[in-house]
């Protein structure tokens, strides 16, 4: 295998044309195998695969339409658009359709639906209209607080209207 490892942070496209996000890599416990962490850029599942799966080439005897030559193939690092159309959406828009959400769960699900694209000044203006006192540096540490944030707002507002 001498394809260069993924790396936290870095999307990849799947073979047959959905998007991942790449979370960690690990170690399995049991074999002590390396293992890739990944979320779906819809809908938000995470899932495991060995690095070594995780890089192979697609099966083109199974899947001979398959355009890709790996089932994984890096689609955005540098925000590189080799096998990935990026639709471009401008801050501007990101932060006024933000605004516009009413409930804590919208807002959350804007979030994780547009979080490639969030920058600093998006972050701090969401905190801000929420009310939210940030303290984290980086932007991936921004999103993550202002997400649990909006988690126990929705958990503990949904006990009061009992």
């Known amino acids: ?4 490892k993924p790396k936290a ?3 990849y496209r799947h073979f047959k044309g959905k998007k991942y996000r790449v979370l ?3 170690l399995c ?13 819809q809908g938000g599942s995470v899932y495991v695969s060995a690095l070594e799966a995780f890089l192979r080439e697609t099966n083109k005897r199974k899947y001979p339409d398959a355009e890709q030559e790996y089932r994984f193939e890096l689609c955005e690092r540098e925000l590189s658009e080799e096998h990935c159309e990026k639709k ?8 006024m359709e933000f605004l516009e959400l009413d409930e804590n769960e ?3 699900e804007f979030l994780m639906k547009h979080r ?6 998006f972050l701090t203006v969401a905190a801000e209209s929420l009310e939210f006192a940030e303290s984290a540096e980086t932007i991936e540490e921004r ?8 988690k126990t707002k929705m958990k503990y507002e949904s006990r009061r209207l009992r």
């Open 1 to 4: 295998m001498n394809r260069r």
């Open 9 to 11: 942070g870095e999307v």
């Open 24 to 26: 960690h890599i690990a």
């Open 29 to 41: 416990a049991e074999t002590n195998e390396t293992m890739v962490v990944y979320e779906a850029l």
């Open 88 to 95: 471009e959406v401008s801050e501007e828009s990101l932060i």
């Open 106 to 108: 919208d807002r959350a």
């Open 116 to 121: 490639s694209q969030l920058t600093d000044r």
């Open 143 to 150: 999103w993550a607080a202002l997400m649990r944030f909006l």
